[in-house]
């Protein structure tokens, strides 16, 4: 019955879910992740997402799941820093080997200077889903259901920021290509 007044938008039947399935969730990924304020925000990511498609979701077993997301989640987050400590080890390495040189060390630290700076000049939204999309790995769908608009306009500001970069990097092309070929 709680699935039924869920679909309905009943935010008492939202409350009585997550009342009941909080902590099981939380205990958990805590045994698996064992950092509670990463498993606090991923269990609070599953309710939201529970919440926000509500109306759209098929759900036989709630318990199955809400444990099910929860055990994605907990994988995905594991994948996502594994892939970050694997840059970093990247980075490191390649990083010291072209610390002493440091024309090219000034010449990285304008090239990102201005490419925080055309990225701060980019209008609020197309500056906001360029970020979800490049920096925090989300998908156009994913960026379309958390700001609640189509997944056209999603895709005409990332274009628009992608476009918008591209013209004012390309006095950097000799930069980039020195950086990346000579690493």
């Known amino acids: 019955m709680l699935l039924v007044y869920l679909r309905t938008g009943d935010e008492k039947a939202f409350r009585e879910i997550y009342l009941r399935y909080w902590k099981k969730l939380f205990g958990l990924a805590t045994r698996k992740l064992q950092d509670a304020a990463v498993t606090e925000e ?11 498609r509500r ?11 809400l444990f099910t997301a929860v055990r994605y989640a907990v994988i995905n987050h594991i ?28 010449e990285l630290a304008e090239l990102i200077q201005v490419v ?6 980019l209008p609020e939204k197309t500056r906001r889903i360029f970020q979800m999309n490049r920096l925090e790995y989300q998908s156009v769908k994913e960026i379309s259901s958390k700001l609640q608009v189509p997944e056209r306009t999603v895709e005409y500001h990332l274009s ?24």
């Open 42 to 52: 991923l269990v609070q990511d599953i309710f939201l997402k529970l919440w926000e």
């Open 55 to 65: 109306s759209t979701l098929q759900i036989d077993r709630l318990d199955a799941y």
């Open 79 to 106: 994948k996502s820093n594994l892939v970050q400590e694997k840059f970093a080890e990247y980075a490191q390495f390649h990083y010291s080997e072209i610390s002493s040189i440091t024309e090219e060390q000034l």
């Open 116 to 121: 925080e700076q055309q990225l701060n000049d």
């Open 160 to 183: 628009q920021a992608l476009k918008s970069l591209r013209h004012y990097l390309r006095d950097y092309l000799p930069t980039l290509l020195s950086l990346i070929f000579f690493m």
